[in-house]
């Protein structure tokens, strides 16, 4: 695995923490998010992985309406860099429960990975009009607008309205140093 591998996995996780993190304490619940992004279920190795989507695609090939196995298998995908096959997980997971944010913000970060931003826009987007606080898909439309499509002022816009919801995350901590970065950057390299 070479090192844009393990750094692509690594920050994978570190989001995936912290959206599961903002998720359960969000919500206050006394309970684990019913989905908890790119958070691994157990040791992180490559043949627990691998074990894992074997066991996952066997569930669901026995039992294609199994939510939570399209949803594993969606997460294992996108845990092991799999990006298409995440998509195509979650996009049968978002068949049995349309209204999944965290599965649609998944999805939508896979979209992004693959580089469909469109698509990834949309998915976010529509989270958004289910549930506007829903803070990690309103995060990522922000990467995708200041990252890939290279417009800081629609991604300020967008992180503007996270920090109404949240102003002292470790998430919110780093929107406002981004933003901070885009106010000094010359007008000249701003699109």
């Known amino acids: 695995m070479n090192k844009e591998n393990v750094l692509t996995i690594v920050v994978a996780l570190i989001v995936g923490l912290l959206g599961g993190y903002l998720i359960f304490n969000i919500a206050g619940q006394n309970k684990a998010?019913?989905?908890?992004?790119?958070?691994?279920?157990?040791?992180?190795?490559?043949?627990?992985?691998?074990?894992?989507?074997?066991?996952?695609?066997?569930?669901?090939?026995?039992?294609?309406?199994?939510?939570?196995?399209?949803?594993q298998l969606g997460n294992d995908y996108f845990d092991t860099d799999q990006a298409q096959k995440a998509v195509n997980a979650y996009g049968k997971a978002l068949e049995l429960d349309p209204n999944n944010l965290n599965v649609m913000t998944d999805q939508g970060i896979m979209y992004r990975k693959i580089g469909w931003y469109d698509k990834a826009i949309a998915n976010f987007e529509k989270a958004q009009s289910i549930d506007p606080k829903?803070?990690?898909?309103?995060?990522?439309?922000?990467?995708?607008?200041?990252?890939?499509?290279?417009?800081?002022?629609?991604?300020?816009?967008?992180?503007?309205?996270?920090?109404?919801?949240?102003?002292?995350?470790?998430?919110?901590?780093?929107?406002?140093?981004?933003?901070?970065?885009?106010?000094?950057?010359?007008t000249s390299f701003k699109k």
């Open 134 to 186: 829903h803070l990690q898909s309103l995060y990522n439309l922000g990467v995708v607008y200041l990252q890939d499509l290279k417009q800081p002022d629609k991604a300020k816009e967008i992180w503007t309205k996270y920090l109404q919801f949240d102003s002292t995350s470790p998430t919110a901590q780093q929107i406002k140093n981004d933003m901070a970065g885009l106010n000094q950057m010359p």
């Open 33 to 71: 998010p019913e989905v908890a992004m790119s958070v691994p279920q157990g040791a992180g190795s490559p043949t627990d992985y691998q074990r894992r989507i074997v066991e996952a695609e066997k569930i669901v090939a026995a039992d294609p309406k199994n939510l939570q196995a399209w949803i």
